[in-house]
C-alpha cells in the first residue's frame, strides 16, 4: 500500500500505527483462545480483536485514499475493494455467531481469511502499469 505513496503525513503514520497495534494483539488473543478450548468469550474477543484489525484497516486506506485524492494511485489501483469493505461486516456476523455456537463463530471468521489467503495483486499490477507513487 505504501508503494503508492509519494509523501507519508503524520495522520498516515498515526493510522498504520494503529493496525500494526491491533495486529500485535493477534498472538494473546488467538493463544487465550486456544487455552480456554474455544469458548465463547474468548471466541467473541478473537473476534472483536479481528474486527479491529479490518476497521484499522480500511482507516489507513481512506486516509491514505484521502491525501492522494478520489483519482489517486491507491484508489486506483483498489478500486471498490470488495475484501476490505466486506470483511469487517463478516467478522461482525462472525461475533455474533459466537454468541450462539463458538465452533460458527471461528468457521465465519476462517472464512475471512480464506478470502485473503488468495494473493491480491492490485498495487502489483499498478505499479508495473504505471510505475509507483504517481510518477
Known amino acids: 500500500?505504501?508503494?503508492?505513496?509519494?509523501?507519508?503525513?503524520?495522520?498516515?503514520?498515526?493510522?498504520?500505527?494503529?493496525l500494526l497495534f491491533c495486529l500485535s494483539l493477534?498472538?494473546?488473543?488467538?493463544?487465550?483462545?486456544?487455552?480456554q478450548s474455544f469458548g465463547t468469550?474468548?471466541?467473541?474477543?478473537?473476534?472483536?480483536?479481528l474486527l479491529l484489525c479490518a476497521i484499522a484497516y480500511f482507516i489507513l486506506q481512506t486516509v491514505i485514499e484521502r491525501?492522494?485524492?478520489?483519482?489517486?494511485a491507491l484508489a486506483t489501483a483498489l478500486g471498490r475493494d470488495l475484501k476490505a469493505k466486506t470483511s469487517p461486516w463478516i467478522y461482525v456476523a462472525g461475533i455474533l455467531a459466537t454468541l450462539l455456537a463458538a465452533w460458527?463463530?471461528?468457521a465465519i471468521y476462517t472464512i475471512v481469511?480464506?478470502?485473503?489467503l488468495v494473493p491480491d495483486r492490485r498495487v502489483e499490477r499498478?505499479?508495473?502499469?504505471?510505475?509507483?507513487?504517481d510518477e
Open 1 to 18: 500500500m505504501f508503494q503508492l505513496v509519494r509523501q507519508v503525513t503524520g495522520g498516515m503514520l498515526w493510522s498504520n500505527l494503529g
Open 26 to 35: 493477534l498472538p494473546f488473543t488467538t493463544a487465550w483462545m486456544d487455552e
Open 41 to 49: 468469550t474468548p471466541v467473541v474477543t478473537y473476534g472483536v480483536n
Open 67 to 72: 491525501h492522494q485524492g478520489r483519482d489517486g
Open 104 to 106: 460458527l463463530g471461528v
Open 113 to 116: 481469511a480464506l478470502m485473503w
Open 126 to 133: 499498478y505499479i508495473a502499469a504505471h510505475g509507483s507513487a
